[in-house]
């Protein structure tokens, strides 16, 4: 009796082992399935999706808030900026852009985005999608990450990144809609401080790292369908360290920077309705910049 059921048991195992590994194939069906089909701003890039769109934001979280909905306009804008982005990221996007979109374009990047340089391995999710150009930086960055997802692509699902994806697959319209709704607290108002953050991104060393970045970006990318712009988004400070830098850049006759601080009034850098906290615009800040016809989208 007991090597039949020894036996039996085996046998319940190995069909338990074949059906699980059926459940993970499936699953991992699905979600590179969710990945590719999201309507979230990088599947949309980095997928065979179609694109419609012929201007573009790029960059950190500075830069997510310019959009249709906040700058109020019929123009067909794709937002592909994403929370902590750098320079890596930036330019692999701009290498999808170039790659899917043949006709006139312009790309508009946000200059903070272009502080550092980092390979982020949350982004090895859209590795396998046609446009996705960091494959080999990801590879040797993120080995055991990078193995795993290969492997068992259900694995995916332990990523931040991942449940964004998900969330804009269900909800597709609401990728585009992203605005800071948050509001300063009279506290900050009234005396905001200069977070660790604020002083990388505007330190002299770290406006030369930038403006090196952009002369490269130009060099490389820019052509008679490609224009590649570049603008510093307003920081809510007593110090007024963006201001600051897009003068400096100006004096030093920085290519392709759209005038954004310097065009606007005085009134407006003190205005908290103006920014959702001391370092991003609110929608209100996006739309008035966009009412002083800042960026023209020609």
């Not at 934001?57 to 019929?74: D, I, M």
């Not at 043949?102 to 550092?116: Q, V």
């Not at 809609?177 to 002299?204: A, G, H, Q």
Request: include cysteine.
């Amino acid at each position: 009796m007991k090597p039949h059921l020894y036996i039996f048991n085996f046998k319940k195992l190995l069909i338990g082992i074949f059906y699980g590994l059926i459940l993970l194939y499936i699953g991992s069906i699905i979600v590179n399935y969710i990945i590719e089909n999201s309507n979230h701003r990088l599947s949309k890039i980095y997928s065979s999706q179609k694109i419609e769109s012929s201007i573009f934001f790029v960059g950190n979280s500075r830069a997510v808030p310019f959009n249709n909905k906040n700058l109020n306009t019929n123009k067909r804008i794709l937002n592909l900026s994403q929370n902590s982005m750098n320079s890596f990221q930036v330019e692999n996007i701009i290498k999808a852009i170039k790659s899917k979109v043949k006709n006139k374009k312009i790309i508009y990047i946000e200059l903070t985005s272009l502080a550092n340089y980092e390979i982020q391995c949350q982004y090895s999710i859209f590795f396998n999608l046609n446009f996705y150009y960091e494959k080999d930086e990801i590879a040797k960055k993120c080995k055991r990450k990078f193995f795993f997802e290969r492997a068992v692509p259900i694995s995916k699902i332990n990523n931040e990144l991942f449940f964004r994806v998900l969330y804009y697959y269900f909800f597709p319209k609401r990728d585009q809609l992203w605005t800071n709704n948050y509001k300063m607290p009279e506290s900050v108002c009234t005396n905001p401080k200069t977070s660790d953050l604020m002083k990388f991104f505007f330190k002299l060393n770290t406006e030369k790292i930038i403006h090196k970045k952009t002369t490269y970006l130009l060099d490389k990318y820019s052509d008679e369908n490609t224009k590649i712009l570049f603008f510093i988004s307003p920081v809510y400070q007593k110090k007024n360290f963006a201001l600051e830098m897009e003068k400096n850049y100006i004096k030093k006759k920085f290519k392709n920077l759209v005038k954004l601080n310097t065009m606007l009034n005085n009134n407006f850098f003190k205005n908290c309705e103006m920014f959702a906290d001391t370092l991003h615009l609110s929608a209100d800040g996006v739309y008035s910049i966009f009412k002083n016809e800042i960026f023209t989208f020609n």
